[in-house]
Every structure is written in structure tokens, then in C-alpha cells.
């Protein structure tokens, strides 16, 4: 969607939060997943973190290379994830690592749209420039959608539909081996993609 886009589909104001509270905020991810080695009882698979572990060497060497565990000052916050569904250790782990990315990409919000944005449904993802926000090509998950009814001051009924939509990235779902580990937690061998 272009800014002329926006600009002209628009009633109404956007509400944009670029942050969430602390207590959303998370830098690794622990749970539990049904495993064929525990007579297909739950078990626990490693952890996901962005740290040596998992191939990252970007952050601090004091927090395991681990930047968003150093942005956090050190306090480690987990997000605890259960799939009972979900029967691999590997697919667990990069479950998790798709949940801690997505709650990385904090950004949320409210576009208000005439009828225009009927179009727009629950998964869709958006690519919007609207320069006012200081958006590029920014991408957006829509998470809901609303049809809306009102009614102006000289009593007219107006239709719109308003978006809520969350900041995301492509890179949430990519994914290399040498980041997982096995099911005991320990680095799988393997040669990174360069």
C-alpha cells in the first residue's frame, strides 16, 4: 500500500504503539512438545535463544553473545510455549524461534479505512510506505478486522472497516541447522549457509 494509498483510504485517526510493556517482552523461548523417545508423553525441547548456541555471536561475550538478553540488562524473561501437537524436536525449536521474532517485532496498531480496506482479511500481510509514520515498505501482519457502522453529525450513516495490524518481517521464519540443537540440548554438527 502506497502513502497516496493510505492517505486517501484513511477515516479516521491511526493509532501506532512501537513498543509494548515490559511484562510482553521476552528473549528466549522454553516448552514442551509430544516426543516418540518419552513413549509419546511431553517432554521438553531446548531453549531458543539468539546466542552462541544457536550460531548468533553479535551481542555481549558476558551474556553468551546473546543482544537481546544484554538489551534486557542481563534478566532473562522466558516465554513459555507448550505443542501438543507436535511430535519433532527440530520443529518445536523453530516454533519457538519464530515466537520469540514475532514478539521481537513490537510495533501494533489501528488503521481506521473506508470500505476500500473490506478487501484486507486476517493474515494478510501488508507492505505500507506512508512517509508520516517514516514507513518504507514496512511489513504488517493484519491480526483482526472490523466492519464499522457510524453515523456523522448530520446523521449520515458511514461504512469503514478498521485493521489491527503487528509490525513483521520475512526473516521471522528463516531458518538454519546449525541453529538447532538435540532434543538433550546439545549443538547438532553442521556447516552454516554462507
Not at 501438543?84 to 489501528?110: H, N, V, W
Request: net charge negative; aromatic share 12%.
Amino acid at each position: 500500500f502506497s502513502d497516496a494509498w493510505i492517505r486517501s483510504n484513511t477515516v479516521g485517526k491511526i493509532v501506532w504503539r512501537s513498543s509494548v510493556t515490559i511484562n510482553n517482552r521476552y528473549n528466549g523461548v522454553k516448552g514442551t512438545y509430544i516426543s516418540p523417545a518419552t513413549s509419546w508423553q511431553a517432554a521438553d525441547f531446548p531453549y531458543y535463544a539468539q546466542d552462541a548456541n544457536h550460531g548468533y555471536n553479535d551481542g555481549p561475550p558476558i551474556y553468551n553473545y546473546d543482544q537481546n538478553l544484554a538489551n534486557d540488562e542481563g534478566q532473562r524473561r522466558w516465554k513459555d510455549i507448550h505443542l501438543p501437537f507436535t511430535t519433532s524436536c527440530d520443529t518445536a525449536q523453530r516454533l519457538a524461534k519464530i515466537e520469540l521474532l514475532r514478539s521481537l517485532y513490537m510495533g501494533t496498531g489501528t488503521l481506521p479505512f473506508n470500505m476500500a480496506g473490506y478487501q484486507i482479511a486476517p493474515l494478510d500481510i501488508l507492505q505500507v510506505s506512508f512517509a508520516y509514520l517514516g514507513w518504507g515498505g514496512k511489513y504488517l501482519e493484519v491480526a483482526k478486522t472490523r466492519f464499522k457502522i457510524e453515523k456523522n453529525k448530520n446523521n449520515i450513516v458511514l461504512l469503514g472497516t478498521e485493521v489491527d495490524i503487528q509490525e513483521t518481517d520475512p526473516s521471522i521464519y528463516d531458518f538454519e541447522l546449525i541453529e538447532d540443537l538435540s532434543p538433550q540440548g546439545y549443538t547438532v554438527p553442521g556447516v552454516p549457509n554462507a
